[in-house]
């Protein structure tokens, strides 16, 4: 019983940037990930960062460098700041929470998504 809330989209400029912020509420103790993915329509899923519950982080090659996830655990929040974006990375920003309810069942949960325009 994970619950994802995702805010901060909108519109940027090239170059620009954005924080987006992913709340979550309920198990949160079960939460051992948390995964940003973004997607445009008709265009294939793709991971651009995940933080795990002990810590560590990665990065999809392509926003290496200038995207940053990072979380603050007293507030059950996961953030991605995205700084020099690009227009081909206006797309809609999911955040997942990998759950671990038990040794040998493990669930997820999705945030809404939300959307980023990139443009001038």
């Known amino acids: 019983q994970v619950h994802l809330v995702e805010s901060g989209g909108g519109l940027v400029q090239p170059g620009g940037s954005l924080r987006l912020s992913c709340a979550a509420s309920?198990?949160?103790?079960?939460?051992?990930?948390i995964v940003w993915y973004r997607q445009a329509p008709g265009k294939l899923r793709e991971l651009v960062a995940f933080?795990?519950?002990?810590?560590?982080?990665n990065y999809a090659d392509s926003v290496k460098g200038r995207f940053t996830i990072s979380e603050d655990n007293a507030k059950n929040k996961v953030y991605l700041q995205m700084n020099s974006l690009k227009p081909d990375e206006t797309d809609v920003y999911y955040c997942?929470?990998?759950?671990?309810?038990?040794?040998?069942?493990?669930?997820?949960?999705w945030g809404q998504g939300n959307q980023v325009n990139v443009s001038s």
């Open positions: 997942k929470a990998g759950i671990r309810v038990t040794g040998a069942v493990e669930a997820a949960s």
């Open positions: 309920g198990y949160i103790s079960g939460i051992y990930s």
């Open positions: 933080i795990t519950s002990g810590g560590s982080k």
